[in-house]
């Protein structure tokens, strides 16, 4: 599978009628134990997932997930994201839109390439 979603379980449904699985989480403790057996179960040399991670993640090389399930994960994210392994992490606006203080990708690349079209 190249793709995992993990966010609102309103948005894992929405996900699974694309072809997407993915996990729900609730609360940060239960973010940071899915993230964590996402991540942890990747064995890139393999291409796949061990035995001890999610079995619908299966080797997973994308994570989508919302934008208020990354700022519960916080510093464990930015981590993971630094080391540069796979999945490679995908952040979205949740159901209620963009969090306040967060860049829209637009945006992003107009101050990366510092001009606006």
């Given at each position: 599978?190249?793709?995992?979603?993990?966010?609102?379980?309103?948005?894992?449904?929405?996900?699974?009628?694309?072809?997407?699985?993915?996990?729900?989480?609730?609360?940060?403790?239960?973010?940071?134990?899915?993230?964590?057996?996402?991540?942890?179960?990747?064995?890139?040399?393999?291409?796949?997932?061990?035995?001890?991670?999610?079995?619908?993640?299966?080797?997973?090389?994308?994570?989508?997930?919302?934008?208020?399930?990354?700022?519960?994960?916080?510093?464990?994210?930015?981590?993971?994201?630094?080391?540069?392994?796979?999945?490679?992490?995908?952040?979205?606006?949740?159901?209620n839109g963009h969090l306040p203080g967060r860049k829209t990708l637009v945006e992003s690349i107009r101050e990366a390439i510092g001009?606006?079209?």
């Open positions: 599978m190249d793709y995992f979603f993990l966010g609102d379980a309103e948005l894992v449904t929405a996900f699974r009628f694309i072809g997407i699985e993915g996990a729900a989480a609730n609360d940060p403790g239960e973010a940071v134990s899915i993230f964590r057996r996402i991540t942890e179960g990747w064995n890139e040399a393999a291409g796949a997932a061990l035995p001890d991670a999610l079995p619908e993640a299966g080797g997973c090389r994308v994570l989508i997930m919302t934008e208020g399930t990354a700022s519960w994960l916080g510093d464990l994210l930015t981590q993971w994201q630094a080391s540069g392994h796979y999945p490679l992490v995908i952040e979205i606006p949740g159901l001009i606006q079209v």
